[in-house]
């Protein structure tokens, strides 16, 4: 039986690696959680800037948090689903 699209896309990210910098949840430190691969590519700035766009976003309410544009670029190739 085939997959539907959506099961695949799931079960392809399921195979990378997501986490927070520091391993712990993001609930709990506000970081930015990312395939690892990203994490490693990102500079320790760029990394502390995402994270600090996603804390401010999540004190005001929201679920979701764009990355600044110059880090969704650098990210997007780690995020692909194949």
């Known amino acids: 039986m085939t997959l539907a ?7 392809a990210w399921t195979k990378q690696k997501w986490r927070t ?3 712990k949840k993001s609930l709990e430190t ?14 320790a700035s760029e990394y502390a800037a995402t994270s600090k ?4 976003d999540t004190k005001k309410g929201k679920q979701f948090s764009k990355q600044p ?4 670029r650098k990210v997007r ?3 692909k689903v194949t």
């Open 21 to 23: 910098k520091s391993g």
């Open 5 to 11: 699209k959506s099961q695949r896309s799931l079960r």
């Open 53 to 56: 766009k996603k804390r401010e």
């Open 77 to 79: 190739q780690y995020r």
């Open 69 to 72: 544009e110059k880090t969704a």
């Open 30 to 43: 506000g970081e930015r959680y990312l395939p690892e691969k990203a994490i490693k590519a990102l500079s």
